[in-house]
């Protein structure tokens, strides 16, 4: 799912859009995510001058939350489970496994572009851990061979 690229006119118009909101700075972040499929590092004096925030301010709400991106995206996102039920269920072991295959960290893409590896906290699928979710789309009672053709299948 490629991100169309960013621009200043249409990071203009999103925070225009939610800058009256109560605790707008949450809305207009999420919003640029969904726009542009991250948070460009540009958009940030932009924030901070429609909040009347200082950059260290809006940096630090940017860095804070695990759900912002701060690069583009590859063309499929795998958020892996990192929450309890699952680790207790063998998460640690398929995360590990996952970045293996993938030979991405948490938050980076692989090389070709393909894919990007992300951690969530609780999908609400306790009851299937592991559990993961791919371009949106949840995946229970991962085991290493799920995981490895959940992987192989959305990087053809
Ligand atoms: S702990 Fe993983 S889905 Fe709830």
Not at 72 to 99: F, I, N, T, Y
């Amino acid at each position: 799912m490629p991100s169309p690229s960013w621009s200043k006119e249409r990071a203009e118009a999103i925070i225009e859009a939610h800058r009256r909101r109560e605790g707008a700075a949450l809305p207009i972040l999420h919003a640029l995510q969904e726009a542009f499929g991250y948070v460009p590092e540009d958009t940030v004096p932009l924030i901070a001058e429609a909040l009347n925030l200082t950059r260290a301010e809006v940096h630090g709400i940017v860095t804070f939350y695990h759900d912002f991106r701060h690069a583009p995206p590859g063309r499929h996102v795998l958020k892996l489970c990192r929450a309890e039920a699952c680790q207790s269920m063998g998460g640690d072991a398929l995360a590990e496994a996952a970045q293996a295959r993938l030979q991405a960290g948490w938050g980076e893409t692989t090389g070709d572009g393909s894919l990007t590896l992300e951690p969530v906290y609780c999908l609400g699928l306790c009851a299937c851990a592991p559990a993961a979710m791919l371009d949106g789309k949840p995946v229970g009672r991962l085991d290493a061979k799920r995981l490895a053709a959940l992987v192989d299948g959305a990087r053809r």
